[in-house]
């Protein structure tokens, strides 16, 4: 999140030229440059899922491998940047009111050789007569919350000029009524906080009155439970997000059901949100599903609002198209849906469950999120069972059919129209429950080549000195000094004794250190075997996080 007002005589880092308008709001400018928002990938984000979702529904989407994509409010590029590097049929511009941020992503571009993707100083009311041309996907995401009125509006302005004809756009915000209760978070916080100069001084009285309120124990009501619960919650945050979150001039959460007003007044329609999961109202149990269905009479906009209310939802990610498109959607999804995709889990077995003979579940696994699946047929377990073994990557449907073919007693002796239903039905499941992940590509970790290669991205953002990278399915992935050393080296023109040599020098001169406990190794003889043991380890660690491509 980081589009902004109009400020000032801003300046067009491209071209030099004069792009300034009137501003309202200089202040929030200024903050992005002081308090630089961490520029990421976000995956739910991405063309791929977008088009995913429109698949889905019956839609036929623009081919994301050779799109047009615009990102309103791009930040440093971060979103952005690695399309254009995966997909060299993509054109990309990103558009954002920090220079600060765009220089920085621009920085990147140049670093990796990026030469389809283009940034540009700009905000986003200016942008409604600069922008030219239709492009086929349109992101903003963290943005639309967080600016005044004038380019809210202009952000769907620019979605309904611009989209193109059977395109997808993503648009992220916070909404009521979950945001209700952090408004009062958010209100300490700024109330607490407004009397101190610079962004730091902010941060700091902000946290401290998130501590304070934390560790109030003597409230017993439900409002103070909810107020140390929200506390809690919002102080796990990263300094840049708390910020920008919650200290900005601007945060404007809306119902549901107002903002698919502001886009219907522009003939843009509800495709649906990111993700299947935040759209199925089975999650919530059999009972709260009926009776959505009952209080909705099936209306899409009607079930969306009450489940909002119901989990008390805060933040949405929906996608819109044109209003001609939507007599096309087509939400009646069953097992034959899955059947053109690619799949993938974060799903591992849970190392403490233990088979009880006789009994159910089967099996046991968790996700990345700590959630817990249990699993009681046959046919279920050995799905999962090929979904983590292509791990990291995703695998095609047809292909998961040939492996259970094999596996599941009895299942080849179906028709095949079953078999491939059987299998359809038990992806659905699963992806409501949102435990797995479908793609139009399929991705296969590569194995190691005698010269490894790395994502000319992700070795980019390692040269620049960055504690993350990105990954090939447009993830960001945590990186160490010493991982990152490893990385930045992966240009293919280095086997691993090479490798090894330059890890070893840098150990010897410095430039990395080995510990045992407060003492640093020197001995050559062991720093000869640690970066032997290191390089090993780092190369399938990278590997293992997608960031490898030979």
Request: hydrophobic fraction near 40%; charged fraction near 20%; aromatic fraction near 6%.
């Amino acid at each position: 999140m980081s589009a902004v007002p109009p400020v000032t005589q801003s300046v067009d880092v491209q071209t030099g030229a004069q792009i300034g308008a009137n501003a309202s709001n200089q202040a929030i400018a200024d903050a992005y440059d002081s308090v630089p928002y961490q520029s990421k990938p976000f995956a739910q984000s991405a063309p791929e899922q977008l088009a995913v979702m429109a698949k889905l529904f019956g839609l036929t989407p623009p081919d994301f491998r050779n799109a047009r994509i615009l990102e309103l409010g791009c930040s440093a590029g971060g979103n952005l940047i690695p399309l254009a590097a995966k997909y060299p049929g993509v054109k990309a511009v990103g558009l954002d009111i920090s220079k600060v941020e765009i220089e920085h992503g621009q920085e990147v571009i140049k670093k990796a050789g990026i030469t389809n993707c283009e940034l540009k100083a700009l905000d986003i009311v200016k942008a409604q007569s600069e922008i030219t041309g239709q492009f086929d996907y349109i992101v903003c995401h963290g943005v639309f919350s967080w600016v005044p009125e004038a380019v809210r509006h202009a952000i769907l302005d620019v979605v309904r000029d611009h989209l193109s004809p059977t395109g997808v756009a993503y648009v992220s915000y916070n909404v009521y009524p979950g945001w209700k209760t952090r408004e009062v978070i958010r209100e300490m916080m700024m109330f607490h906080a407004s009397s101190r100069p610079t962004p730091a001084e902010k941060l700091q009285q902000a946290k401290a009155i998130l501590e304070y309120t934390k560790n109030i124990s003597a409230e017993q009501s439900t409002y103070g439970k909810l107020l140390r619960d929200e506390a809690a919650q919002v102080g796990r945050a990263e300094d840049y997000y708390l910020y920008h979150e919650y200290l900005e001039i601007e945060n404007n959460p809306m119902y549901f059901r107002d903002f698919i007003k502001l886009a219907g007044d522009r003939k843009l329609a509800y495709l649906g949100e990111a993700g299947l999961s935040d759209m199925a109202p089975q999650r919530l149990g059999k009972d709260i599903s009926d009776t959505l269905g009952m209080l909705s009479g099936g209306n899409i906009l009607a079930t969306e609002q009450y489940m909002d209310f119901f989990t008390n939802r805060t933040f949405r990610q929906t996608l819109l198209v044109h209003e001609a498109q939507a007599a096309k959607i087509n939400r009646g999804l069953g097992p034959k849906s899955m059947r053109e995709f690619s799949v993938s889990t974060t799903l591992f077995p849970d190392p403490d469950f233990k088979v009880t003979a006789g009994q159910l579940p089967l099996a046991q696994y968790k996700d990345n999120f700590g959630r817990s699946l249990g699993v009681n047929g046959a046919l279920s377990l050995e799905l999962i069972k090929v979904l983590v073994e292509a791990k990291p990557g995703s695998i095609a449907f047809g292909k998961i059919v040939e492996k259970l073919k094999a596996t599941v007693p009895g299942l080849a002796a179906n028709a095949e129209e079953a078999i491939n239903d059987a299998i359809g039905m038990e992806l659905m499941n699963l992806l409501v429950q949102n435990v797995i992940k479908l793609g139009m590509d399929e991705v296969i970790a590569p194995a190691l080549s005698a010269k490894p290669r790395a994502y000319a991205l992700a070795r980019a953002q390692a040269e620049l000195g960055q504690t993350w990278a990105t990954n090939l399915v447009h993830q960001p992935v945590g990186i160490s000094p010493a991982h990152r050393s490893v990385l930045a080296l992966l240009d293919g023109s280095r086997d691993q004794t090479a490798l090894q040599a330059e890890l070893l020098a840098q150990l010897k001169d410095g430039r990395l250190t080995a510990n045992r406990g407060q003492e640093r190794i020197t001995a050559e003889a062991e720093l000869v075997q640690l970066s032997g043991q290191f390089c090993t380890q780092a190369l399938n660690d990278l590997r293992q996080l997608l960031v490898l491509t030979a």
